[in-house]
């Protein structure tokens, strides 16, 4: 009699045994850890990865680690070097490095990746005072000679800017840089060592948010016939209008209800290294899951798979366009 408990504890654990077993066998070639590069920890992409990662741990029974980085273009260098499995990428920064061009030329083309969805529109948005010395900040020509955060050297964001600085004659020797990264940008707007700084990210942005209860902060909008130009030059570009009441307590430039600017788009991406089997769990996981995925980060619940190849410029995962 002493030794049934003992013995129903042995069939337990055998089961259990079983099925981990069991679960392993359902994605062949599955790792023994999964790793997102996702972003800073007050970022969209950090939040969206930890919700991804909550997700899949029990649905591959695998841990699933989710990395702080400095955004899109580190996430692609983590990949390349092997120190990520997926990451979170803007579409313009994954195409510059498939194609080895840009921030990427010196680096060369990395082919070793791939695209599994579209997530959401990541939005150029220009943050800026109202006034700076009693100026009236208007229009992005007005950030001339301003100081400027014009994001992470080599990141995405900086790409965005120098781009969209461009479309309005402006360079970055004509206003006075700074290279910070996202938290450091609102810490700085904040105790007044910058006078603006771009963004790229999802809409609404919690940080711009909290910036917008201050007063005196404004979003800075882009001239439609600059949003074209920079669209015939760079196609990963779509016109995007951030509508009144986002940020309550903001002005919009030229006290408009709505703030016109441009787009990229947020993507997952997965070294080919993973299996084809995995990514393709992964992918079905990320849209049987949209429900949870939003319950734990607003912005998955934008997630379509009527359009969640639109806009990728890189080939997909085979894992995406093998049978699901």
């Known amino acids: 009699m ?4 003992i013995r129903f504890l042995l069939i337990i654990a055998v089961f259990l045994v079983i099925l981990a077993l069991a679960l392993r066998m359902r994605h062949d070639n599955l790792p023994s850890r999964i790793k997102i590069a996702a972003g800073n920890v007050s970022g969209i992409y950090h939040a969206y990865g930890a919700a991804l990662a909550e997700v899949l741990k029990p649905q591959l029974n695998v841990p699933v680690d989710v990395l702080i980085t400095g955004g899109s273009v580190e996430n692609i260098r983590f990949l390349r070097n092997g120190r990520a499995d997926l990451a979170f990428v803007q579409n313009d920064s994954m195409t510059y490095a498939y194609n080895g061009t840009n921030i990427f030329s010196t680096e060369g083309a990395f082919k070793d990746f791939s695209a599994l969805a579209g997530l959401y529109p990541e939005v150029c948005q ?5 006034k700076i010395e009693g100026e009236e900040i208007l229009s992005i020509r007005d950030l001339d000679g301003k100081r400027v955060s014009i994001g992470e050297q080599g990141g995405g964001t900086e790409l965005n800017a120098l781009q969209i600085l ?3 004659g402006l360079s970055d020797t004509e206003i006075e ?3 910070l990264g996202f938290d450091a940008s609102v810490e700085a707007f904040r105790s007044g060592t910058i006078d603006a700084f771009f963004c790229t990210a999802g809409v609404p942005t919690p940080a711009i948010l909290d910036l917008a209860k201050l007063g005196g902060v404004r979003l800075l909008s882009i001239g439609d016939a600059h949003i074209s130009a920079l669209i015939t030059n760079y196609p990963f570009y779509t016109k995007h209008i951030i509508p009144a009441g986002v940020y309550p307590g903001m002005e919009y430039a030229n006290y408009r209800s709505v703030v016109s600017t441009v787009a990229v788009r947020a993507a997952l991406v997965a070294s080919d290294q993973l299996s084809v089997s995995t990514v393709s769990a992964i992918y079905r996981i990320l849209f049987e899951k949209k429900a949870e995925l939003a319950a734990l980060c607003e912005k998955a619940g934008d997630l379509n798979r009527e359009t969640a190849a639109d806009g990728l410029l890189i080939p997909l995962h ?3 366009t093998g049978p699901q």
């Open 2 to 5: 002493k030794n049934k408990p």
């Open 166 to 168: 461009a479309a309005y």
């Open 318 to 320: 085979r894992g995406v």
């Open 177 to 179: 840089v700074s290279h």
């Open 126 to 130: 220009i943050v800026a005072r109202e």
